[in-house]
């Protein structure tokens, strides 16, 4: 139990696909200029890595090394079109807003890489732990690049106006420049958070030393 | 060295056969409700733009547009109480990320009754922004970028950046969707002659 934790928390902060890891970031940076988007699309990479990973560890054994590559394709875009179909079908806004990125999810290196890297060699349950931790930390920084460039950007917070109408909005943040600007403050912000999660794992271990001795 | 290869085949094969199954459930079970998703949209869009009308007739084979690069979809007549209000066309064309979908609506004095933007697949947060209810190309009027050919003037010169707001750094998609919805009101607005010039066919007592 203690070790699927370990590895479920590894993806939100420690190994952020986004933020530590650096794949997969065309897309990020193109969805979020709405948190909407932000959501929709952390929700199905999430659904497509937890189904490829449970698929392609269930047949680890099965698929021989020199032709993962291909039967890792079909599965993951299996997947998208899955998640594509059923969005269409029954969040057709969404869909819409979303336009070509969803499947897109197909050539997403986070699932290409974690399906390569961890999910070809580890049990299921790990893969179940690991693909909903990197679709968490996926997700929670799609939505805060998200919500920052909103509304700052267009003054709104998933399409509903929070800032008072006199706010000009700052275009700048909508646009390119600006989601390579937050994506950078993210990166930082997070480099920070590990330093003090380790600073204070160290001095648990160290206190957990002296009361031993 | 062939049996391998062979066998390789055959696994990748056994994958392929498995996603195909389960993506053929998917498609049947999604399917009708894509379907009716759409049908919805365009019904929705159709009464939006003559909300006083009662029937949409197809004319699809009626209308031509000239524009090679715009291709129509459909075309309907509108009609209340027997007597027409306008044509609505629904026509395809390339923009910037892809094939984009448009509604056109045009009145019987050769004014835009409304653009709707059915479907596109534009940059979201950009381009995509043609078909967001509340991107305001004009935030002091609330008019979207569709909003903003509602009850324009077919003689207008229909330009980018002179009678028409793009959309901010998605110039390629404003005058790629302008130059849609000018061709299909052109194609709606030679039905229109025909009305003109034929009266009785559109006497009351049709179809």
Known sequence: MKRLWKIFKAG???????????????????????????????????????????????????????????????????????????????????????????????????????????????????????????????????????????????????????????????????????????????????????????????KAEAKAEEVAA | MMKDIVKLGLILAAFAAAACVGLAFVNQATEAQIAVNAEKQLNESLSGLFPEAEKFVDATAELKIADPAVALEAAYLVERGGAPLGVAVKAKGQSYGGPTTVLVGVTLDRRIAGVRILDGKDTPGLGANAMNPTFFVDKSKKTTFPGQFSGKAL?????????????????????????????????????????????????????
């Not at chain 1, 950078?184 to 160290?202: D, P, T, V």
């Open chain 2, 155 to 207: 003689s207008d010169p229909f330009e980018v950046k002179n009678d028409v707001v793009a959309i901010t750094a998605s110039t390629i998609t404003s005058k790629a969707i302008t130059k849609m919805i000018k061709a299909s009101a052109d194609a709606a607005s030679a039905r229109l002659e025909a009305f003109a010039a034929a009266p009785a066919e559109a006497a009351p007592g049709g179809k």
């Open chain 1, 12 to 202: 939100i902060i420690y190994e952020n696909p986004l933020l530590m890891l650096m794949i997969g970031l065309c897309s990020a940076l193109a969805v979020t200029t709405n948190v909407s988007n932000g959501v929709g699309m952390g929700l199905a990479m999430t659904f497509v890595m937890l189904f490829s990973e449970v698929i392609i560890s269930l047949f680890r054994k099965v698929i021989p090394n020199s032709a993962r590559m291909p039967i890792f394709i079909i599965v993951i875009a299996a997947f998208t079109t899955i998640i594509d179909l059923v969005m269409k079908a029954y969040f057709p806004e969404l869909s819409k807003s979303m336009g070509v990125f969803i499947p897109l999810i197909v050539v997403n290196c986070i699932i290409m890489g974690r399906v390569e890297a961890f999910a070809s060699k580890e049990k299921v349950l790990d893969c179940v732990a690991d693909s909903l931790g990197m679709g968490l930390g996926y997700t929670w920084v799609l939505v805060g690049i998200a919500a920052f460039r909103e509304l700052l950007g267009n003054g709104t917070l998933a399409g509903l106006q929070v800032m008072p109408a006199s706010f000009e909005p700052i275009l700048f943040f909508i646009l390119p420049p600006g989601g390579f600007l937050v994506f950078a403050l993210f990166i930082s912000l997070n480099i920070w958070l590990k330093g003090r999660m380790q600073k204070a794992s160290a």
